[in-house]
């Protein structure tokens, strides 16, 4: 067991839902094994200027619900560099913290574990991303929610393309993975789904929408993840437009698919996550992100989560194929 006493958890990147509700965990965790915690607000930018706050149980009440992060998140620049760095871990030092829980992303990852590298400080990451992009880790938190906000976008977006026969470019999010976009492109009952991490050209995108007249569809919705290759929802739309004759109508679903209310998956997933980075934190264990794969924990060393490339689930990619035509 390491001497863990007090311990500091920050939220980081891109907001997610169910990172208010992992916070929780984390915090009830730590008090409940005797173990002091502080939130730091607005992310490494907030660790960096001393951002700090003791939490106790009634500090995360009424929080489980609720999108976004309460803490508050940033992209920070300072912490790019090592004197951003040397300054977090001399504020972390001032406090006596000697474990710091970071939930967020690829980007968020790679500073904790520079961090740690360089500095010294015992990390443990929770991947917390509607992205989903995370090696290790069967969810991230916030995926499921972004999954069932967009799908709901995309239910209503079907009942005005039936109605009036049009085809649908729904843009979901995923910066670099189209694990969104396959989910919701299946769930939404996509005639076909545009992932940065599958190959299609222009011409065979082009031929695809033409077969489906022929077959008799008389609407349909191409959901595309906005890292494709072919570029975003209007680039698509334009090039279809003025190649094939198609007329496309584009909708952009952005940041809604970030905020709302995490589902029960959500809640669960940050609450298990939050309870085993306090007990790897307390084991002696740093330099891990903690994920759940297989219905158990794991403990994943950080450079593997990013250097490892989770892939899409080629049996759902077969079937999407089958079920769309
Ligand atoms: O990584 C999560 C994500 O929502 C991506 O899907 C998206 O590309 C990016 O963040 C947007 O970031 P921002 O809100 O900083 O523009």
Redesign the pocket.
Known sequence: MANIKKIAVLTS??DAPGMNACVRAVVRTAIYDGIAVFGIYGGYEGLINGEIMPLNRRSVSNLIQKGGTFLKTS?SETFLHVAGRKRAADVLKEWEINGLVVIG?DGSFRGAHTLHQEQNVNVVGIPG???NDIYGTDLTIGYDTAVMTALDSIDKIRDTAASHDRLFIVEV???HAGFIALEVGICGGAEEILVPEVHLSLDDLGNLIKTWATTGKTSSLIVVA?GDELGNAHEIAKTLQSQFHANCHVCILG?TQ?GGSPTATDRLLASRLGYHAVQALENGQTDIMVGWANNAATFIPLPETWEKKKPLDAELLKIYRILSA
């Open positions: 990147g891109g992209r992303g991303t509607i992205d999010m995923g910066r906005e940041h970030r």
